[in-house]
């Protein structure tokens, strides 16, 4: 028997209460307060973290003493950066800090004061139902659900109920990506009714009515205005798209895929003028630090496949947008910054560490990326791959990506999917990266599952209504296995009844008696109706316990508790405990 060392970094672990045998995280140390909090090791030839920080880039008149920063004589804070700087802690970081439990406030106000961290909270939409979040690599990685009516499909209610879907499903942001229907309409009712911090493409709504060609400065300018009075938390701004890049693109397979980046192209050629939103981007820096509008620096000229990944387009995009970080930092207004889109898995990790280098570490706020082309209808599935390794290697919230990801406008199902597949990249990501706390749902429902524990294993569950509906599908009966592999075959029942196994055994999880399992509610019924696997009848049969709940006929499941009652079934199990003895015995004298 050999004993191996682990080649651990992390000095954190990422469960609470040390359990099991796992001890930890092969990711960096943590270092909050610096560039590398929650970080990978890095492969040999990345690039080095920036030696920068927003404190790099104050505002005119500013000046920095230790941790703080003076302002001139007068000066009122509006935005988050602002108050970080000042050594404001403010009720939004307080809440933070609860949201974030391995945070204090004070160390989210140093991380948004060092411009890695970001809160996106317009003064507008605090007046309503919004709850502060953040996003940095400090916090645990977010998720944002796109959705928004087409010119073709959809409408305001549609889009609101589609909010409060992707809210249930986990959504940390959600962008309201409209191109049709009633836009002003459906953003503030949209902004009236989120919780969650509502983000937008501007240049949608400016081209509405009009052609892009027509585009002038005052229509940018007066449009962001009401979108930021309306209560937007952040804008996609594609300022850094410039002509010199446009050369660039020539030689790629699929030119530009970005929507705001290609009309954006359009204009520039058509005018023969620079990008507008880059020449008049501290105008732009005036109107959203008025209502603390976050900047979401958009990537305009990400690839749009495999072949034109890490190409030049792409990377001199992404230098323009650490100048206009360092610009808007000087504005004091919050950033993040638009990553691509279509990423071979080995260079996820440099086009992380590029921008962590190029943009002084503001946060990273990727699509995807989808790490294959050729499986559309599955991209929530291609693209959470790459957003796992995105969010290991430095990104700080995931734009998700849905099965209908180029082929269609997503539906209800469709917004729960590339959630939950999104929802799964953060989790594994933060787990990786060592968070505190992040590995504690894990162990609960490993010791569920030990324990064989089957409501406490739904309850702890994700998604506990489908994991209820598959488990019913077979077995309606809550016993001590399942249908997988059976009883004989059940290892997580044989490792339970180990003596000296803590397999199954852990306090507050194990369950006291063979149980009946609970009756599918209607949600569940549906999940199954709509696999198609099972025939009406079954259905009907699996259902029959909420017949029996109200008082209606019923029927029983087949298993073995067909053959003896709950009660008996448990003694028969304890009888056949196996008695797997590997050390010698202690005699009493001993
Ligand atoms: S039967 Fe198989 S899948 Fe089901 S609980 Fe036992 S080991 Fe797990």
New binding site residues.
Partial sequence: MSTRTLPLRGAANPSTLRDGTNPGSFANAPNLGGALTFSSPDTPGMPAPSDKTAWDFLPPGWRREGDRAIAPAGFVPVTQLEHARLGNITPEMKRVAEREPHLTAEQVRSEVAAGRMIIPANTQHLLHALEPMCIGRASKTKINANMGASPVSSSTDEEVEKLKWAERWGADTVMDLSTGGNLDECRKAIIQNSRVPIGTVPIYSMIIGRKIDDLSIEVILESLRQQAQQGVDYFTIHAGVLREHLPFVQRRLIGIVSRGGSLLAKWMLVHGKQNPMYTHFDQICDIMREYDVSFSLGDGLRPGGLADASDEAQLNELGTLGELTEKAWRKGVQVMIEGPGHVPFDQIEYNMKLERQLCHGAPFYVLGPLVTDVFPGYDHITSCIGATAAAYHGASMLCYVTPKEHVGLPKKDDVKQGCIAYKIAAHAADVALGIPGSRDWDDSLTKARAA?NWEKHFELAFDGDTARAFHDEDLDVDTD??A???HD?????ISKEIVEFASGKADGFTRDKVAQSAALTPEQREILEKRGVLSPEEIHRLASKTRKAVGAEGSKGSCHSDYAEPEAAQQIQEQRLVQLRTKPEVSAAE
């Fill in positions: 064989l296995f399942c997988m592999c059976g075959w059940c290892s997580v029942r």
